[in-house]
């Protein structure tokens, strides 16, 4: 069975502006957990209804252990970047389908925009081949020495102050970079981006996408996306981002 | 031991607890924390006689003590709920109540005729979603619209007639003696409140649909005022929700007058709400010496 729980926070750090790594303490979510799969955290305050979706950043099977690595935006994430190591969170998880990982490509480029480069990490971590991770960001680093331990790193920053300047797709080109198999994860416009790229090179493609989300196991039909083809599940062009992804093939997705 | 069997229409319910149509799809993804055949029923995602895509996103955004949504009714069309849904819940001992949308009077009773022969316990009719432009609502603000859609269905239903009633309205009081007479078996409120969230830093509306129905603790206390004035006004049994998170929260709902309750928003915060929500009545009846749940209904005063 699922279960909602209370876990024991083990470290909670501050690793760039706004940005906050959490390690918690959850032996059974730790053991089934895959890369792209997400958790949905609760806040304690009884005005906030609705769950906050944070994606798996690492998974320490042998200690039992997640990391999810988040930005604070908002009240509910305000709220959780406040927790001390040994204090408690509410969590759901794992949730989603998660990456794909033996898809037969050893070529791979791991995309990874903002807030979308933690899962890349688990990620990276997993597959073999030929890892190359090209990861985005405003200005500011992180998450860079984790992703250099199990990959080739690549940065971009928008204002040019590390690596390529401009967005993910500008540092592959810069770099010469080739790849039969991308997983990308980040905003719509550089999801987009990476969408038509990968049809343009002919190159197998999955994406992981964001939306709000009230039930976050597939129930409410609130975090749906365009579906190319009709869904077995829905009867009509639409997939529950929750349930049937976050990752979805870039072929079968309108964004 | 406590009795807290409740009868809605002559059909016995082990508890007077169910799920709010919209908030537990069929109950599948809900089955994986914990046994369906906790609760008094499981009421289904409202469903058209062909599948529906429903609105663009966003389509909700949270509020305070509650969210706002405009789903549009996204449903796969009773076909698909008849062969996956309905077989999927006979395996729990819980009752089936089947929520009906459509745009037209005669797509209701489509669906109604289809489920005549279906091993369904109740169909609720929606005539009070907000979110959709045609049908829905449109019955649901009217009386005389409302007296006349609840003929027509009854005219094809073979299971007892749930009307669900919209709170967008001056007075619920006409509106619950409009379903009365039309025929109406049992009465279910409150459907969503209609309203708006701006999202300042886009300077755009917060759901794309621009309104969506409010739900959650925030409408609780008007949806307990109208389960009462409903209550006081026609003598159909209840079926009270908005906002209901507690068993604390259901009580309130029964001693204004319901004789049943369900669970919606909550289950978002809470998978286990609605199972939690049963155990606590038992738990209440057992400690203030209460032998029968029906002690409580309209027992205000
Ligand atoms: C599958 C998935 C994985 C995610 N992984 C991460 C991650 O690893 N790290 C990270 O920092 N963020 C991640 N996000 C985004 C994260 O969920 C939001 O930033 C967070 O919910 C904001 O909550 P808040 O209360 O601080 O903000 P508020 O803006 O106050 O939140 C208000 C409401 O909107 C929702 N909301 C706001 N922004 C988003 C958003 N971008 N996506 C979905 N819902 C949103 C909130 O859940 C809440 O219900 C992910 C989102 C999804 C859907
Ligand atoms: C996401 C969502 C979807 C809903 N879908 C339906 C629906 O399909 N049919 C219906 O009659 N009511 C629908 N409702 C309304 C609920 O059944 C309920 O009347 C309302 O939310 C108030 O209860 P609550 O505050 O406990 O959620 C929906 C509500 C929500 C939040
Ligand atoms: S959040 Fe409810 S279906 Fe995805």
Redesign the interface.
């Known amino acids: 069975m699922k279960s909602r729980e209370f876990v024991t926070i083990i470290e909670q750090k501050k690793i760039a502006s706004d940005i906050y790594s959490l390690w918690i303490q959850t032996e059974h979510i730790a053991k089934g957990a895959r890369p792209g799969q997400f958790l949905s955290l609760y806040s304690q305050d009884k005005s906030h209804m609705l769950p906050r979706p944070i994606s798996i950043c690492e998974i320490d099977r042998e200690q039992g252990r997640i990391r999810m690595v988040y930005r604070v935006v908002g009240e509910g994430t305000a709220e959780f970047s406040h927790k001390k190591a040994g204090e408690q969170i509410e969590v759901l998880g794992p949730l989603g389908n998660g990456f794909p990982l033996d898809v037969g490509k050893k070529r791979i480029f791991l995309m990874g925009g903002g807030i979308g480069i933690p899962p890349m990490v688990q990620l990276a971590k997993e597959l073999d081949g030929e890892v190359q991770v090209i990861a985005g960001y405003r200005d500011e680093l992180f998450l860079t020495e984790e992703l250099k331990e199990y990959a080739s790193l690549y940065v971009a920053t928008e204002d040019g102050s590390a690596g390529t300047k401009g967005n993910v797709i500008d540092a592959i080109y810069a770099h010469k970079l080739e790849a039969d198999l991308i997983y990308a994860c980040g905003p719509k416009p550089m999801l987009r981006a990476i969408q038509s790229y990968a049809k343009e090179h002919g190159i197998l493609c999955y994406l992981s996408m964001e939306e709000r989300m009230a039930c976050g196991i597939g129930a409410c039909l609130a975090c749906v996306c365009q579906s190319k083809e009709v869904d077995a599940h829905t009867q009509v062009h639409n997939k529950r981002i929750c349930k049937d992804g976050p990752v979805f093939l870039s072929t079968e997705v309108e964004l | 031991m406590k009795n807290t069997k409740v009868t809605l229409a002559g059909v016995e319910l082990q508890n007077p607890v169910m799920t709010a149509s919209?908030?537990?799809?069929s109950g599948?993804?809900?089955s994986?924390?914990?046994d369906l055949g906790r609760l008094g029923a499981v009421v289904t995602?409202g469903v058209a006689n062909v599948?529906?895509?429903?609105n663009p996103?966003?389509?909700?955004?949270?509020t305070?003590?509650?969210?706002l949504?405009a789903?549009g009714l996204?449903n796969?069309?009773i076909d698909?709920l008849l062969e996956r849904d309905i077989p999927y819940l006979r395996k729990y001992q819980t009752k089936i109540i089947v929520n009906i949308c459509g745009k037209t009077i005669e797509d209701y009773c489509e669906v109604v005729e289809r489920l005549s022969t279906e091993p369904v316990d109740f169909l609720e009719i929606n005539v009070s979603c907000p979110n959709v432009k045609e049908g829905g609502i449109a019955f649901g603000q009217n009386p005389k619209a409302l007296e006349a859609i609840t003929r027509e269905v009854k005219k094809y239903a073979r299971q007892p007639v749930i009307m669900k009633l919209s709170p967008n309205v001056t007075d619920i009081t006409e509106m619950a003696k409009a379903a009365e007479a039309g025929g109406a078996d049992v009465l279910s409120l409150i459907n969503t409140i209609t309203g708006m969230k701006i999202d300042i830093h886009r300077r755009t509306f917060a759901i794309a649909n621009k309104t969506g129905g409010l739900s959650?603790?925030a409408i609780k206390p008007v949806a307990v005022r109208m389960v009462y004035q409903v209550a006081q006004s026609v003598r159909l049994p209840i079926i009270g929700m908005g906002g209901i998170c507690t068993a604390e929260d259901a009580l309130e709902f029964i001693l204004a007058g319901a004789t049943a309750v369900s669970i919606g928003?909550?289950?978002?915060?809470?998978?286990?709400a609605a199972k939690e929500v049963a155990e606590g009545i038992e738990a209440y009846m057992e400690q203030h010496q209460i032998a029968d749940i029906k002690s409580l209904i309209g027992a205000v005063g």
């Open positions: 919209g908030t537990f799809g599948i993804e809900y994986e924390f914990y995602k599948p529906w895509p429903g996103i966003p389509r909700i955004a949270e305070a003590s509650g969210m949504n789903i996204q796969p069309g698909t959650g603790p928003t909550a289950n978002f915060t809470n998978p286990y």
